[in-house]
């Protein structure tokens, strides 16, 4: 059916999955209330299995939304394949989150039922954040994600450097969102509109149409994403709130949080401002090298692994601007596969992370992963999957993604930032294989953390992670054309408008 | 006639991967089971040995003129480039098949008798079948990328197998180093690859070298720096000056591996790689004269060093680096097939001499195990004499000595010869000048070759013995499992060089008299022929004479006088000179200690590299993370809580310091839009 946003109906039916998904949100936590009763006991794990469920539903109705088409592109709500693609994606880092969390909140007594409802509601924010083609709205999704995120980050209320974390983070995030506001207010005074297409418009495809104000209302804009995504110099919170949230929490943000931030950054620029490439261009150009250059050699030297993984997230953060520079359907195509590898591996290489860390994630030093291949082969070779992904080994999606967004690179002529993104992703071999290594080759010590049985769930969802890595490096294609066609709805909205507006 | 048709083209390479699954699955299930793995791994290899026969045989039936591309499945089918997962068959990846099967089978065989009382047996199996798995990805993709790819697993095991001994800290530790060094060689690879595709919009194989020479004008800046970049991926993994470092420490590993991966298959990838691209790099005369000057460089250095060692495997590890050094002259120099050839040819002999540096090994640790001596099983100092109870292993080095240092009629006496030969007929083109001096630096190192290798022989097998009379009886022979392998190595040692002799030497009285012909040459022409061309087009034919006059004819008796010259005055030297035990030996002094400290290059990097760079690290580590983060966490652990504690924690500076970062990348940021 065609979707023209004449009654209310449209408006549920275009927002089918953050329905579906926000309505189960307040089922979960009327259900965990009733559960406790008034002694306020810990939750069921059985709330677990049904927040997947939820997600599960939410899955359908986004597939759901294929079925639909739009009646303009200017639509406040985006129905296209862009946006089924990242909603999946969103919906995968929770499931995986859930997945993952049980084990981690019964070995911290953490068994609350809310956790789960603040992670459902986030998602419903990453979903809109990246679905919406209305700065308002956007803006509206941003913080519909960060709120339960801050929160989250602070959820493990005895330990101090969850609090501290948490704290820091959000302060930091209001700091940013400020600006991201600041920037959506400039852009109305210079463009008088908050929809991206319109916007569009006002500008023009050679940029003529730009005055001051857009531009510094884009560079804010700009600062907002760069926060959420830790580009560097906006990435200093993110080692603490890293380090500081609950594991699978940790593993939430690096994957989820970050795919949406980039979702909605890629489509806010490619929609609303193709004429202005010239100038952002560039900006992301710098941002990415800062980005893969000071990550990288922090990450090199960095002796806990929470940390690095942290670090890393921020370098891959840095392939993903290389792409985002790049502007190009090839670029948009490949910087959709890299965030469906990136969140596998990164959720899957904080899984194992936890297994490892035990109760108040005491083991995080790169030192207690010695000997961990030969004590607990499933997770040590899942673990050196991801490793080896996430490094860019070949036979792993993580190599085809990064010589996807080089191959974009090369096409626009940024062969420095090819340059760079290829030393820096070789400087990062070292600090991730550190781990392989002192996984297969460092026997165990009397110091080495027992690592207790894994849960089912937890080992289904590690091996479907790493078997889905190394098919995406050995039978991308599929796949691959998937990205591309998905990449394709957003990159011939703002032409076509165009032409229809004027 | 009909056409070349591969016949189960794909089971060649997915026959390893399916042993190292079973062999990977042994090693978790039933460790302790040896049976599985010493089946397996060689039969999944030498299977795969027999279909490549049946091919090669097929293809000489009817040689095909282009390369037959087997089609897999589209790999990464984006766009306008499409990568797939394809194999090439031509006479040069053929023959690079035979040589990685045929010798990787002889060396799995080996290594069931070496390996066969580790506990890690069935790991070091999966490791080496998937090493010829990757190895065989390498010769036969049919594009930039899956060779990539193969390139990089390569690396991957060879680590995990110089690291196989891990809980020796010095051998953890020389993995590492091959490691980083060979990050080094992958990016000029990958930087390469990406400029090839910016300037063709193209990666496979076929359509890079029909393209190039239409692309690129001869001498262009493009090519030169593409094909520079490449060969820095090749010093990479064929340790060259200046990223052979690696090669020497990687020498940690087991022999057998040292055997296969670093001397007779992965090294070579390098060579392999040029020649590959030998239409890219005939378009670039000064790379080519940077590749021959490299190779130069190398082949003489590293004979240097090999002159002083004691450790009998670091002698051969630093001969490997010398002989690769050749390869890049024979390639850089234009005579792409002769520097296949001594790829070929040095598989054999140094994949001998390794095994039987491993027999060697085998018997003395054996001998100083049963007395539990302290003594290095691998220090010639503590050997002599070995021949009286190692007399099989004695014969075949020999054979592999004679055929390394270029004696008639052994192996290395057509192929190296063959090198030094047309370094000096190639005193016409571009920089012409250079190749006469690579030719004199080929011709002393090969004079040091003849000597540092007449020497690890009369210091192990001749003399007296310097091993205690306890030790000495229980030295044995390696067992059939190991010496027959030997035996046809050596057998190939011997006869490895007639499948290229020169119409010129075939006209010789005595030399000539010889069965084979210049089968190597004639057999690799359909690929080197473009390369070929635009060589003789523009450098012109390579002069006939060499430098002394007389051409090859007068060359080869000359090389062979000088080689066999060279071992009989080392012989009397050698052994005259009064070695003692490792340990009463003083260290040496002089030109002496420098070369056996390895002209300090260790040292020197080490202050000029590695220091600076991890001190930037670390300063910048310490600078963003950990003053700052670690500082706060110890604050809080102080005890502070609620509002009191949030004010303190504003007022430290931390959180001022973060949004400090913010403002600045705020004014960054603003400074693009608005300048």
Known sequence: ?502 | MHSFEPTLPWLIVLLPLLGFALNGLAAFVAPTRKALPALVAPAAVGLAFVIAVVNFLAMRAAPPLAPVIVQGYSWMPVGSLQIDAALQLDQLSMLMTLIVTGVGFLIHVYSVGYMGADPGFARYMAYINLFIFFMLVLVLGSSFPVMFVGWEGVGLCSYLLIGFWFTEKANADAGKKAFIVNRIGDFGFLVAMFMIFANLGALDFATVFAAAPGAFPYAGAVVTTITLFLFLGATGKSAQIPLYIWLPDAMAGPTPVSALIHAATMVTAGVYMVARTSTLFALAPLSMTVVAGIGALTALFAATIGLAQYDIKKVLAYSTVSQLGYMFIGVGVGAFSAGIFHLMTHAFFKALLFLGSGAVIHAMHGALHHTHSKWDAQDMRNMGGLRKHLPITWVVMWIGTLAIAGVWPFAGFFSKDEIIWQAAARAVGPFHTWFTVYWVMALVAAMLTAFYMTRLMIMTFHGVSRLPEAEQQHLHEAPAVMWVPLAILAALSVVGGWFNIPEEIKRIPVLGWLPGGPWVHEWLQPVTRTADAIFGAQVGALSEASPLGGGEVAWAVISFAIAVAVIAIAASMVLRWQYRPALESPEPAGLKRLLWRKWYVDEIYDVLVVRPLVGASRWLWRWVDDAVIDGSVNGLASGSRGLGWLSSRLQTGQLNTYAFAVVVGVILLLAFVVL
């Open chain 1, 1 to 502: 059916m065609v979707i023209d946003y004449s009654t209310q109906l449209h408006y549920v039916l275009a927002l089918l999955p953050e329905t579906v998904l926000s309505v189960w949100a307040m089922l979960v936590l009327l259900l965990d209330v009733f559960q406790k009763g008034e002694r306020s006991e810990a939750s069921s794990p059985g709330i677990a299995w049904i927040t997947l469920l939820g997600v599960l539903l939410a899955a359908a109705a986004n597939l759901w939304l294929l079925t639909l088409r739009e009646a303009s592109p200017a639509g406040v709500i985006a129905i296209d394949s862009f946006r089924v693609f990242s909603n999946f994606l969103f919906l995968l880092a929770a499931a995986l989150f859930v997945l993952i969390s049980t084990r981690y909140l019964e070995q911290e007594h953490l068994r609350l039922g809310e956790i789960y409802v603040l992670v459902l509601l986030a998602t419903v924010g990453m979903m809109i954040f990246a679905g919406s083609r209305d700065l308002m709205v956007i803006f509206l999704g941003l913080e519909l994600m960060s709120v339960p995120v801050y929160v989250l980050t602070g959820v493990n209320r005895r330990s101090a450097r969850s609090a501290e974390g948490a704290l820091k983070y959000f302060l930091l995030g209001a700091f940013s969102s400020a600006f991201f506001l600041f920037g959506i207010a400039m852009i109305y005074g210079g463009t008088r509109s908050t929809n991206l297409t319109l916007i569009a418009a006002a500008i023009g495809v050679d940029g003529l149409g730009a005055n001051a104000l857009v531009k510094i209302g884009m560079a804010l804009l700009a600062v907002g994403f760069g926060f959420k995504v830790a580009a560097v110099p906006f990435h200093m919170w993110t080692p603490d709130a890293y380090e500081g949230a609950p594991a699978p929490i940790t593993g939430f943000m690096a994957a989820g949080v970050k795919a949406a931030a980039f979702a909605a950054f890629l489509r806010v620029f490619l929609t609303a401002f193709p004429g202005l490439w010239e100038t952002w261009g560039a900006m992301v150009f710098w941002l990415a090298i800062l980005t893969m250059v000071g990550a990288n050699l922090i990450a090199l030297v960095e002796p806990n692994v929470k940390r690095m993984l942290a670090y890393s997230s921020i370098s891959h953060a840095g392939y993903l601007l290389v792409a985002l520079a790049a502007a190009s359907a090839v670029g948009a195509a490949s910087f959709l596969f890299y965030l469906v590898v990136y969140t596998l591996m990164t959720m899957g290489a904080f899984a194992v992370l936890l297994a490892v860390a035990g109760p108040g994630e005491e083991w995080l030093d790169v030192e207690s992963y010695a000997g961990l291949g030969w004590r607990n082969p499933m997770l040590g070779v899942v673990m050196t999957v991801f490793l080896l992904s996430l490094a860019g080994f070949p036979f792993t999606g993580g190599f085809i993604g990064k010589v996807f967004i080089l191959r974009a690179a090369v096409e626009k002529g940024f062969v420095v930032l090819a340059v760079v993104l290829v030393l820096a992703s070789l400087v990062s071999y070292w600090y991730y294989l550190r781990v392989a290594w002192y996984m297969w080759f460092r026997e165990a010590t009397a110091d080495s953390p027992t690592v207790p049985a894994v849960p089912l769930g937890l080992r289904i969802a590690l091996v479907a992670a790493a078997a889905a890595v190394v098919l995406l490096g050995v039978f991308p294609g599929a796949f691959l054309s998937l990205a591309e066609r998905s990449a394709a709805s957003l990159m011939q909205a703002p032409s076509s408008v165009i032409g229809l507006l004027h």
